[in-house]
Structure formats: C-alpha cells, structure tokens
C-alpha cells in the first residue's frame, strides 16, 4: 500500500509565494510520474503540474510561468513552488502519484487527502 502525505497548503496574501511538500511512502517498486490537481468550489479537479521519474514536466494552463514541479526520486517527494499566486488558485490541491507495479509493471494512481491553500486578495 502506498501513502501520500502532503503538507505546505495555507492561507498567503494574493501575489505571495506558497510551497508545497508531498512525500509517498509504503511498499514501493517505482513511481512513475508524481504530480499536483487543484479542486477549486463548484469545479472540477484540474491538472496543476506533474513530473515524470526523467525530469519532464508538464503544466496546467493557469500554472505555467509562475509554479514550478519538482521531484527527489531518492525520496519519492514532489514539490510544487507557487509564486504571485491569485485568488482563483484557491482551492483544495491534491498530490498523485502513478506506481509501477513489479512484475508487471501496471500502473496505478494513488491520491493524497489533500491541502487547502486559500489566496486572499
């Protein structure tokens, strides 16, 4: 079984940075890519960013330019760096990660209980 334990969500003034931590634990093989959802009010859970285990990134529309995915695959963590952050990044965000099974190398993905992070403007 895998865990996701994220931290780092809060409340910043519009414009301020915000840093977010998720760290996988449990039985694991490999991860395969690690990443960040956001569920604002009424919507949808969107695609914030999301890193594969070689470094490639890819970005929702409202993130590229001012957030920034990372990953330390030794520690099975990804982070999120958020600056000038606006209202409209509120929300509840989500870590994921895909785990690649042994042996058959099957994926699955595994969410974490997510973290608010508010932006007041």
């Known amino acids: 079984q895998v865990h996701l334990v994220e931290s780092g969500g809060g409340l910043v003034q519009a414009g301020g940075p915000l840093r977010l931590s998720c760290a996988a634990t449990?039985?694991?093989?490999?991860?395969?890519?690690m990443g960040w959802y956001r569920q604002a009010p009424g919507k949808q859970r969107e695609l914030v960013a999301d890193i594969t285990s070689g470094g490639s990134t890819d970005y929702g529309d409202s993130a590229k330019g001012r957030f920034t995915i990372s990953r330390d695959n030794a520690k099975n963590t990804v982070y999120l760096q958020m600056n000038s952050l606006k209202p409209e990044d509120t929300g509840v965000y989500y870590c994921?990660?895909?785990?690649?099974?042994?042996?058959?190398?099957?994926?699955?993905?595994?969410w974490g209980q997510g973290t608010q992070v508010t932006v007041s403007s």
């Open positions: 449990g039985t694991i093989f490999s991860i395969n890519a």
């Open positions: 994921n990660a895909r785990v690649v099974a042994p042996i058959t190398s099957r994926l699955r993905d595994y």
